[in-house]
């Protein structure tokens, strides 16, 4: 069945950097565009990025990231990653990896567990 486990979260001090890794499993994960989202306290959750399956390019970021996050994928290891430099306490919050997968018929979202990132003096 579709999997993802998301790591690499934690705790930065503001201007410093994480990589979140998110590892697929159960899925062509190459056939596949991914997507990293996030939710701090009290908030609904936001799209951070996404990136396009193999076959195409161009990964789009949200404005409050734009310059300061990228993403990339690891096809043969079935790994998509978040760098994430000049960190923010804007930042904080919860961050997941997630795929739209068809199945019978239907599109379904699958969702990662999170990783806390806290960004904080």
């Known amino acids: 069945q579709v999997q993802l486990v998301e790591s690499g979260g934690g705790l930065v001090q503001p201007g410093g950097s994480l990589r979140l890794s998110c590892a697929a499993s159960?899925?062509?994960?190459?056939?596949?565009?991914m997507s990293w989202y996030r939710q701090a306290p009290g908030k609904e959750r936001e799209l951070v990025a996404i990136?396009?399956?193999?076959?195409?390019?161009?990964?789009n970021y949200a404005e409050s990231v734009l310059g300061r996050f990228t993403s990339s994928r690891d096809n043969v290891k079935n790994t998509v990653f978040l760098q994430m430099n000049s960190l923010k306490p804007d930042d904080t919050a919860v961050y997941y990896c997630?795929?739209?997968?068809?199945?019978?018929?239907?599109?379904?979202?699958?969702w990662g567990q999170g990783t806390q990132v806290t960004v904080s003096s």
């Open positions: 990136i396009p399956d193999a076959a195409n390019t161009g990964t």
């Open positions: 997630k795929v739209r997968y068809w199945s019978g018929g239907r599109y379904a979202d699958y």
């Open positions: 159960g899925f062509d994960f190459s056939r596949y565009s």
